[in-house]
């Protein structure tokens, strides 16, 4: 018994001198963690527990709109009604004179990022501007707001624009503006994946950005060969654009993917993609939680209820409950 205690009291003496021992010899080989490293593993929210799969895909197909311009549009076809939050996605080209003339809106957001050229916003309030390349626009149009959208730039003129809903109880807010000039916009780079972020939060980058509808806007792009994943709050909606290149989504065997099409992510806390081309892959992923309230919606107003939407188009043609200004304003060329 005493020997055996013994050499049980040596073993228990060795096993401790050599944790002790391979805890230090790691606290002196093991580098620090470089920040990028940080950076990509634990604030862009790269961990994630069940991976969200492709549930449905819709081809964004061209059809005209405003005056002369071409859209592809995806989210607002028979396909795809709405994906609440989301009303309406919208790629558009456009080359001057076409564009979208005067318009009204009521009870929802637009937000229009310019992929090529530059657009020029005017509204009956005075508000006047043109976002350019890279630039986003983030208007909240609220309980009324008449505009014009109408290229500022020679040739073809590219952007999104998104439609997002408002809930009931913001659907009759005062309209507001934010614009990012593209050097504004948040970026972060590592491992062959590049990020802006337009709204909410990528590899420790969060964007300023106010969405009364909680929103993640976020423009990727992965070179040949690169992978990401990004954590996506499990709760909501979300999707995934692309806008050149092809790329593998959700799952690592699934088949690519090319441009102009929309997928709806199904549920779970992130998503992988990866780009297995030997081009380029540029794609939104865009989430937001969902109002879970009916929508209503006739041309430019979106209400919760069919009353709602007499009572927009009432107001609009009688000029009243923020449409006052509508009777005295026509915007000016764009020049």
Excluded at 303 to 325: S, V
Aim: net charge neutral; proline share 7%; charged share 20%.
């Amino acid at each position: 018994m005493r020997l055996r205690a013994r050499c049980h009291g040596r073993l228990l003496l060795m096993l401790l001198f050599l944790g002790i021992a391979h805890r230090l010899l790691l606290f002196h080989r093991l580098p620090s963690p470089s920040p990028a490293l940080f950076r990509r593993s634990a604030m862009s929210g790269s961990h994630f527990s069940t991976p969200r799969m492709v549930v449905k895909r819709v081809l964004a197909k061209q059809q005209h709109e405003g005056q002369g311009a071409v859209v592809r549009r995806s989210i607002g076809r028979n396909e795809l009604r709405n994906l609440d939050p989301f009303l309406m996605l919208d790629e558009f080209s456009v080359s001057p004179p076409a564009g979208f003339p005067d318009h009204p809106h009521r009870g929802f957001e637009t937000v229009t990022y310019m992929l090529q050229g530059a657009f020029t916003h005017q509204d009956f309030a005075g508000n006047r501007g043109t976002i350019r390349t890279g630039d986003v626009q983030w208007m909240t149009a609220g309980r009324g707001i008449i505009h014009s959208e109408m290229p500022a730039a020679e040739g073809v003129n590219k952007g999104l624009q998104l439609w997002i809903n408002l809930s009931s109880r913001d659907k009759m807010i005062e309209p507001r503006y934010q614009e990012l000039l593209c050097e504004d916009i948040g970026t972060a780079e590592d491992d062959g994946v590049e990020v802006r972020v337009i709204a909410g939060e990528a590899m420790g980058v969060r964007s300023p950005v106010y969405t009364r509808t909680p929103t993640m806007y976020l423009d990727y792009t992965l070179k040949p060969g690169a992978r990401m994943n990004q954590s996506i709050p499990e709760s909501w909606t979300a999707f995934v654009y692309i806008v050149e290149g092809e790329g593998v989504f959700g799952s690592g065997d699934s088949s690519p993917v090319p441009a102009h099409n929309l997928l709806v992510l199904g549920p779970g806390d992130g998503v992988s993609v990866g780009n297995e081309s030997s081009k380029p892959l540029r794609f939104l992923l865009i989430g937001g939680q969902p109002l879970n309230e009916p929508v209503v919606q006739h041309g430019p107003f979106v209400m919760n209820t069919p009353a709602q939407i007499d009572q927009a188009m009432d107001d609009y043609q009688h000029g009243k409950n923020g449409f006052e200004m509508a009777k005295y304003w026509t915007s000016r060329s764009v020049g």
